[in-house]
């Protein structure tokens, strides 16, 4: 597995790293622990450097995991996780919180599950407007001349918070939505990036599964999946969106690819320090998408990608309002 840097911040990380969210949260039920770990474990073994975790997914139950599944190889490892949510007395999300006070005290908690002394990256997960950024940017400072916390990053944010924070304490990476089918980060934020030397971690580089062509407009999700909340994901606008999944699986054949690994290798040729983090449970998805950063798509294959994609109109939002209200501030 090819290494990269997370803009000029020196941190080095696996071209693709693992999303472990879908491990415990948000794809319906948890899946088993013990297969859990040993998948982490073998994407270690495949030369995955780079773990993608947060305090509510579970919550707590999935830094528990990626704490116990990575311990025996800590020191081979990148160990990425978040802070921001408040939580009740359930553990279910009950609105932001970015106040110093509990940025840092997430930082305890998290290094305690997760059983390292100092998280790799912790990222703010989403932008509180309560909280100025520089208070949240000065909190995350403080924790790194601790020692507690090695590297800054932001999750969703608007390019005028990102400088903000970026002037306070320098951000490692912001980690977003971003892929063929998502295209958003290309306006602003990723110019915004290249200017400051910041590296770009997409979430949802398959489009929530979506660019794999194992979804169609007939696929049910379980009633726990957060797909069925998402109105991109409607039978209607699925059956529209297909159009992609229909090219991207033309043109994989014609490299002797799966259009996963098509839409991986995209990502990856858009810039040398963007770095995919795909999720799943299962082995055979993991080789197939960590076969994505072998594949090398020439100057005429992007052009061909992208003339053919910006004649296809995708149906949907990529959020219910009330959670892309959260993004982008």
């Known amino acids: 597995m090819k290494k990269r840097m997370l803009g000029k ?12 969210m879908g491990m ?14 040993s998948l982490i474990r073998t994407a270690v073994d ?14 707590f139950t999935n830094e528990e995991l990626v704490g116990e599944a990575l311990a025996p190889v800590r020191d081979r490892v990148v160990i990425a996780t978040k802070f921001g949510f408040k939580l009740d007395a359930d553990g279910k999300q009950a609105g932001l919180d970015s106040r110093p006070q509990h940025v840092k005290q997430v ?10 002394d100092a998280i790799d990256l912790f990222y703010q997960h989403r932008v509180d407007p309560e909280v100025p950024i520089e208070e949240v940017a000065g909190a995350v400072k403080d924790l790194i001349r601790e020692g507690k916390v090695k ?7 608007g390019v005028q918070t990102i400088r903000r924070a970026h002037s306070v304490q320098p951000v490692t990476a912001l980690q977003s939505e971003y892929s063929l089918f998502w295209r958003a980060p290309e306006a602003e934020v990723i110019p915004t990036l290249a200017e400051l030397g910041i590296g770009f971690v997409p979430f949802s580089p398959l489009g929530k599964g979506f660019l ?35 090219l991207l699986t033309k043109l994989a054949t014609k490299k002797k690819v799966t259009p996963a690994q098509l839409a991986l290798a995209w990502l990856l040729a858009q810039k040398p320090w963007i770095v995919p983090i795909p999720g799943t449970t299962k082995l055979t998805r993991l080789d197939e998408n960590l076969g994505g950063a072998a594949v090398e ?9 992208d003339s053919a994609a910006s004649r296809i109109t995708l149906q949907g939002a990529r959020y219910p309002e009330k959670l892309e209200k959260m993004t982008g501030r």
Request: some cysteine.
């Open 107 to 116: 930082a305890e908690a998290s290094l305690k599950r997760l059983k390292i």
């Open 24 to 37: 415990s949260f948000g794809y319906g039920p948890p899946a088993d622990k013990k297969e859990m770990i």
């Open 46 to 59: 495949r030369g995955v450097t780079f773990f993608d975790t947060a305090e509510v997914y579970g919550p």
């Open 151 to 157: 590297h800054f990053g932001l999750s969703e944010a």
């Open 297 to 305: 798509l020439t100057p005429d294959d992007l052009r061909e990608i």
């Open 212 to 246: 794999t062509g194992k979804i169609d407009d007939k696929t049910t999700f379980d009633t726990n999946d957060f797909r069925n909340i998402v109105p991109r994901f409607t039978p209607e606008a699925r059956k529209a969106n297909l159009a992609l999944v229909d």
């Open 9 to 20: 911040s020196g941190m080095e990380v696996s071209a693709l790293g693992l999303g472990c």
